[in-house]
């Protein structure tokens, strides 16, 4: 109940991709709509990121857009929690306190950046290893089966679940045969690496068949040592650094007393020392895939509450500890939470003037404190995903690459369309000549003049010149809406 509090408060949570993710699913659901199958059409796939895709499709048939898609993202909250707590009670037979105590990093950096298809993989992950370990005791078949059931599974959620998973699964049984050493038998080790191989065939197959596998394996620059020092705490950061900071040092500081007379889960050991290596050296990007090193570093988080169980001394104060440190995160973000309504209001106040079907770019200035996850990434990239769900209207920037989701931009949209962009334009790009390098990063912008009908500003500065041929129609406190004349 503390967790979902602040979902009661605000119809469109400040969470960074969820307005995008909520808008497709909203054209999913929709897909005779007469105005929107003008922009999109469904294409289906053998491609990750499915999860949320199916769900929110069916949900969006029967409830109201924002209530089904609260939801859907408090679903993506709990789904790690609950991973947790299955994968503790098949390590060591029972939902330990340690467990419970993963609630702590349910709101975390990763939910805030609304990565909601990983952050259900990466429960389903740790569900689905708890469950081969409850099921491998009882011998190889039906754990073979119902391994080969979870990677495909998982692989429609995302890939960083399979990888979780195939994780976990082989570290538990690299322990099992060291353990064994003495008397393992060749054909025995074979026989586990065959087994090992069969669970996760299907993944493995699935993935030759996306458009994924065909994907250069590029990266990006590796961030410094001092943001990957702070990355270290993504499964605690909340708006508040100040929070952020005394829940992860709670946490860090009772493993650290308690860690000598704690149980670990089979292969939990490897497992959070392979994560930490990879985790060290991953770049920001890879194979188009973001926040590389913040999902890791999530990962490493979750196992740390999933595959330890400490023995405390003094359980009633941890206990009590842990209830106050839950009430003051839940309370942090919805005080965030319930002050981002005005945003909304705003909001919506300037793209009321938008008729449906109309074509409209989206730019951007400075993010206000309020509305940046410190030392992460601004959260309001995404706010213009409501002119689709609630004016009907095109906006470039809607996830539907057909590589990555179910959904393609029909023709001739697809033409000042970017499906994979992230970002809207700045502001001041509008008010000076396109450059070559301006245009090869966003297409749109050429002849953007042309190509739309309305310019939707979030966050306006509080000077600077107005771009030739603009008009403004409403101007709000996060919002301003320009026509432009042409």
Not at 14 to 30: K, S
Request: net charge neutral; with cysteine; aromatic share 12%.
């Amino acid at each position: 109940m503390l967790l979902l509090l602040p979902f009661a408060l605000v119809d469109v949570p400040p969470v960074l991709d969820y307005p995008n993710h909520l808008a497709r699913f909203f054209v999913l659901a929709h897909p005779d709509d007469p105005i929107l199958s003008r922009f999109y059409a469904p294409h289906w796939g053998v491609v990750p990121n499915l999860g949320f895709d199916v769900i929110g499709m069916l949900l969006l048939k029967f409830l109201p857009v924002h209530i089904g898609g609260r939801l859907l993202l408090g679903l993506s909250l709990l789904a790690p929690v609950m991973g947790v707590l299955a994968y503790s009670r098949a390590a060591f037979g029972r939902i330990t306190g340690w467990a419970l105590a993963s609630s702590l990093a349910a709101f975390n950096g990763v939910f805030f950046l609304g990565f909601m298809n990983f952050l259900l993989a990466l429960g389903l992950a740790l569900a689905a290893a708890g469950l081969w370990l409850h099921l491998r005791r009882r011998g190889w078949a039906k754990a073979v089966a119902a391994g080969a059931l979870s990677s495909a599974l998982l692989f429609f959620c995302h890939i960083f679940g399979v990888l979780l998973f195939a994780l976990l699964v082989s570290c538990a049984e690299l322990e099992r045969l060291w353990q064994e050493r003495k008397t393992l038998t060749v054909s025995e080790f074979l026989r586990a690496a065959a087994m090992l191989a069969l669970a996760l065939a299907p993944a493995m197959i699935l993935y030759a068949l996306s458009p994924l596998s065909g994907t250069m394996a590029g990266a990006d620059e590796w961030a410094e040592f001092s943001h990957k020092a702070w990355e270290v705490f993504t499964p605690f950061m909340t708006p508040v650094k100040a929070v952020t900071l005394l829940t992860g040092l709670c946490v860090f500081g009772f493993l650290i007393m308690h860690l000598r007379a704690a149980r670990f889960a089979p292969g939990a050991r490897l497992a959070l020392l392979l994560l930490a290596l990879v985790f060290a050296f991953a770049p920001d990007t890879l194979k188009g895939g973001t926040f590389l090193d913040v999902r890791l570093s999530l990962m490493f988080g979750m196992l740390l509450f999933a595959g330890i169980a400490p023995a405390p001394q003094g359980g009633r104060f941890w206990g009590w500890l842990l209830i106050a440190l839950l009430v003051l995160r839940s309370g942090v973000v919805a005080l965030a939470w319930y002050d981002h309504r005005q945003d909304l209001a705003d909001l919506r106040a300037a793209i009321a003037f938008v008729p449906p079907g109309a074509k409209v770019m989206a730019a951007e200035g400075e993010a206000p404190e309020r509305l940046v996850m410190p030392g992460l990434y601004r959260l309001d990239s995404h706010f213009a995903a409501l002119l689709l769900i609630e004016r009907h209207a095109f906006w470039p920037l809607l996830f539907a690459d057909p590589a990555q989701q179910p959904l393609m931009v029909l023709p001739p949209y697809d033409d000042i369309a970017e499906p994979s962009l992230s970002e809207p334009v700045e502001w001041i790009l509008l008010a000076q000549p396109i450059t070559p390098e301006a245009a090869a990063l966003t297409d749109y912008l050429q002849n953007w003049r042309r190509n739309f009908d309305f310019v939707l500003l979030v966050e306006p500065p509080a000077f600077g010149p107005v771009p030739a041929g603009l008009t403004l129609v409403h101007a709000g406190g996060i919002a301003a809406l320009y026509r432009i004349t042409r």
